[in-house]
Protein backbone atom coordinates (compact mmCIF):
# COMPACT_ATOMS: atom_id res chain seq x y z
CA UNK A 1 0.00 0.00 0.00
CA UNK A 2 3.19 2.09 0.40
CA UNK A 3 4.31 1.95 -2.83
CA UNK A 4 0.74 2.88 -4.28
CA UNK A 5 0.71 5.83 -2.29
CA UNK A 6 4.16 7.13 -3.68
CA UNK A 7 2.89 6.54 -6.93
CA UNK A 8 -0.09 8.39 -6.61
CA UNK A 9 1.95 11.17 -4.73
CA UNK A 10 4.14 11.76 -7.35
CA UNK A 11 1.04 11.79 -10.14
CA UNK A 12 -0.72 14.14 -9.00
CA UNK A 13 -0.90 17.43 -9.90
CA UNK A 14 1.23 20.56 -7.51
CA UNK A 15 -0.50 21.59 -5.14
CA UNK A 16 -1.78 25.72 -5.84
CA UNK A 17 -1.00 28.25 -3.66
CA UNK A 18 -3.46 29.75 -1.68
CA UNK A 19 -4.29 33.74 -3.00
CA UNK A 20 -1.38 34.96 -1.06
CA UNK A 21 0.87 32.43 -2.28
CA UNK A 22 -0.03 33.36 -6.16
CA UNK A 23 0.04 36.96 -5.53
CA UNK A 24 3.90 36.61 -3.97
CA UNK A 25 4.64 34.85 -6.91
CA UNK A 26 3.75 37.66 -9.12
CA UNK A 27 5.35 40.16 -7.02
CA UNK A 28 8.33 37.85 -7.82
CA UNK A 29 7.95 37.93 -11.55
CA UNK A 30 7.00 41.73 -11.34
CA UNK A 31 10.49 42.50 -9.69
CA UNK A 32 12.11 39.89 -11.81
CA UNK A 33 10.93 42.10 -14.48
CA UNK A 34 11.99 45.34 -13.33
CA UNK A 35 15.36 43.84 -12.25
CA UNK A 36 16.13 42.65 -15.95
CA UNK A 37 14.61 45.59 -17.82
CA UNK A 38 16.88 48.31 -15.61
CA UNK A 39 19.61 45.71 -16.45
CA UNK A 40 19.28 45.75 -20.06
CA UNK A 41 18.73 49.35 -20.48
CA UNK A 42 21.99 49.68 -18.22
CA UNK A 43 23.67 47.56 -20.91
CA UNK A 44 22.53 49.41 -23.79
CA UNK A 45 23.74 52.83 -22.29
CA UNK A 46 27.23 51.00 -21.42
CA UNK A 47 27.69 49.72 -25.04
CA UNK A 48 26.51 52.69 -26.49
CA UNK A 49 28.91 54.78 -24.32
CA UNK A 50 31.61 52.14 -24.99
CA UNK A 51 31.00 52.64 -28.79
CA UNK A 52 31.07 56.65 -28.65
CA UNK A 53 34.45 56.51 -26.73
CA UNK A 54 36.07 53.96 -29.34
CA UNK A 55 34.70 56.42 -32.23
CA UNK A 56 35.56 59.62 -30.11
CA UNK A 57 38.83 57.87 -29.94
CA UNK A 58 39.08 57.19 -34.05
CA UNK A 59 38.82 60.39 -34.87
CA UNK A 60 40.93 61.53 -32.32
CA UNK A 61 43.52 59.21 -33.49
CA UNK A 62 43.04 60.71 -37.64
CA UNK A 63 43.16 63.75 -36.68
CA UNK A 64 46.68 63.43 -34.56
CA UNK A 65 47.91 61.33 -37.46
CA UNK A 66 46.95 64.21 -40.07
CA UNK A 67 48.71 66.77 -37.67
CA UNK A 68 51.77 64.78 -37.33
CA UNK A 69 52.20 64.48 -40.86
CA UNK A 70 51.39 67.78 -41.26
CA UNK A 71 54.35 68.91 -38.61
CA UNK A 72 56.46 66.27 -40.14
CA UNK A 73 56.49 67.73 -43.94
CA UNK A 74 57.05 71.56 -41.41
CA UNK A 75 60.39 70.24 -40.11
CA UNK A 76 61.21 68.99 -43.71
CA UNK A 77 60.75 72.04 -44.61
CA UNK A 78 62.16 74.07 -41.84
CA UNK A 79 65.46 71.60 -41.85
CA UNK A 80 65.86 73.18 -46.25
CA UNK A 81 65.48 76.45 -45.46
CA UNK A 82 67.73 76.59 -42.82
CA UNK A 83 70.30 74.60 -45.31
CA UNK A 84 69.37 77.11 -47.64
CA UNK A 85 70.45 79.82 -45.30
CA UNK A 86 73.80 78.34 -43.88
CA UNK A 87 75.05 78.10 -47.40
CA UNK A 88 73.99 81.79 -48.00
CA UNK A 89 75.74 83.11 -45.29
CA UNK A 90 79.09 80.80 -45.70
CA UNK A 91 78.61 82.38 -49.68
CA UNK A 92 78.48 85.87 -48.19
CA UNK A 93 80.89 85.52 -45.31
CA UNK A 94 83.74 84.27 -47.78
CA UNK A 95 83.09 86.23 -50.25
CA UNK A 96 83.37 89.59 -47.94
CA UNK A 97 86.62 90.84 -47.57
CA UNK A 98 87.96 92.25 -44.32
CA UNK A 99 84.88 90.06 -42.92
CA UNK A 100 83.94 90.46 -39.36
CA UNK A 101 83.99 86.29 -39.38
CA UNK A 102 88.13 85.92 -40.12
CA UNK A 103 89.85 83.20 -37.93
CA UNK A 104 86.20 81.62 -37.08
CA UNK A 105 85.59 78.69 -38.51
CA UNK A 106 82.54 78.76 -40.10
CA UNK A 107 81.32 75.70 -41.10
CA UNK A 108 81.99 74.57 -37.27
CA UNK A 109 79.75 77.19 -36.44
CA UNK A 110 77.04 75.82 -38.48
CA UNK A 111 77.07 72.30 -38.36
CA UNK A 112 73.83 70.53 -37.20
CA UNK A 113 73.50 70.00 -33.59
CA UNK A 114 73.66 66.10 -32.48
CA UNK A 115 70.58 65.09 -31.15
CA UNK A 116 72.22 63.82 -27.87
CA UNK A 117 72.92 67.76 -26.95
CA UNK A 118 69.50 69.06 -27.81
Request: hydrophobic share 30%; proline share 2%; net charge neutral.
Amino acid sequence: MILEDLEEYFEMAPNKRGRRGVSDADDEDDEYRRKRDRNNEAVKKSRFKTKQRTQETFTRVNKLKAENQMLEEKVKTLTKELQFLKELFLAHASNSTGSKFEGIDLDKLLEDIPEDKK
